[in-house]
Structures are given as C-alpha cells and as structure tokens.
C-alpha cells in the first residue's frame, strides 16, 4: 500500500491541530470579559439600547447594581450630573427618560439646577423668569405670565427646540 504525500499532511495536521490549545480569538469570549458600553457622543437612548445589550449578554436584568454602576461610570459628564441630580438610586430606565426629556435643553437645564436651591414656589418663579435671557423673557410674554412655571418651561423648552431645529435646517 502505498501513501502519497496528500495522505500525511492531512493527517498530520489533524494531528497537530488538536494537539494544541484553541486559539483565545477564536474562543467565544466569556460573559464578565466583555468591556461595558460608554456613552461619548451617542444620546442617552443609544447608550442605553447598548446598555441593554451588554445586560443581556451579562445575563442580569437593569436593575443590577453591577450594572446600574457600569451604566453611570459610562455616562458623558453631563449625563452623569443629570443623573445625580434625578437621584442615581432610581431605576435606570427612570434616570433614561430624565436624561431624554432634559437633552440639551438650557431652558430646562436652567428650570433643574433652580429646583435645586429649595425655593417656594414664588420665589421659584422669580428666580427663573429673572435669570432667563431676554428672549425667552420674550417668549414668557408672549405665552403668558399667570401660566403655572412647569407649563411655562415646557413652552419654552418646545420653543427653544424648534429655533434649534430651524437653525440646523438653514
């Protein structure tokens, strides 16, 4: 009987690949070897649908505080101070929403911090339509001062989204 040369190098490499240890690029990786999302210049929705892709992978659910901590640790900053603010105890899908509905919005961002000093409601209301910029003290006009704050915040923060809008539309 005789062998070729075919015969032997298959054989052989048969033999030499099981007798060496799998490669670690080929081996699937291991769920805690798996790096945790981070922010950067996503919104706050696309870092958390990455965020729901690793709790998956991790096979935890979002209320983990394993997970809660990587969530907050790859936050952008001002995310992370929003995040703070809202009360980084709630769940994250709370702390999400928050982020969204306050985005990039100034006015609101503005509303936030005054919240923060503990005013009543007067001297709430007077803190902040004397800190806006003369503008929006415009627009307070405009929509009408006996309004109740939140509703006046809102119509700004709406207003101020559309100038933005219109601004990177021209």
Request: hydrophobic share 35%; aromatic share 10%.
């Amino acid at each position: 009987m005789s062998r070729s040369w075919s015969d032997f190098g298959i054989r052989d490499t048969i033999n030499w690949l099981g007798s060496y240890p799998s490669s670690p690029v080929l081996e699937p990786e291991k769920a805690e070897d798996i790096t945790p999302p981070i922010q950067l210049d996503q919104s706050v929705n696309d870092y958390f649908k990455m965020i729901k892709i690793y709790a998956t992978e991790l096979g935890v659910d979002l209320d983990n505080q394993g997970l809660k901590e990587k969530f907050f640790n790859g936050l952008s900053l001002e995310n992370k101070i929003e995040a703070i603010r809202f009360g980084i105890k709630k769940p994250i899908k709370e702390i999400v929403k928050h982020i969204e509905n306050i985005g990039n919005d100034p006015v609101m961002k503005y509303f936030a911090c005054n919240k923060l000093f503990g005013y009543n409601k007067e001297q709430l209301r007077y803190q902040f339509l004397r800190g806006l910029s003369y503008d929006n003290q415009l627009e307070v006009r405009r929509c009408g001062l006996e309004l109740p704050l939140e509703e006046l915040v809102e119509r700004l923060s709406a207003i101020e989204n559309i100038r933005k809008m219109c601004s990177i539309c021209t």
